[in-house]
């Protein structure tokens, strides 16, 4: 796959490792957090991590970032339950 069809910016989590992924066809800048690459400690899934075919930048993640992912991935989540039929929790004030 070219780079232009792929994510310019992946951000992982621990279970891409697990499952094994083959997410460098997805995405041309890997990132995960060391927090991430911790919660491996299956001594396979640690091998493989050593070899993976792509580059892994392990970076911190700003405080502002993680807030605005949230924010983000609650309101993509409302809007996907919707669309699959499933009726979103309402919020009480």
Partial sequence: ????????????????????????????????????????????????????PYDLKVQEAFSENIKFVIKLESYSTANISITQGVRPTAKTS
């Fill in 1 to 52: 796959m070219e780079n232009k069809n792929k994510i310019q910016y992946l951000i992982v989590d621990t279970s891409a490792f697990i499952k094994n992924a083959a997410i460098q066809d997805i995405g041309v800048n890997i990132l995960t957090e060391q927090a991430v690459v911790n919660e491996i400690t299956n001594k396979r899934q640690l091998r493989k991590l050593i070899v993976l």
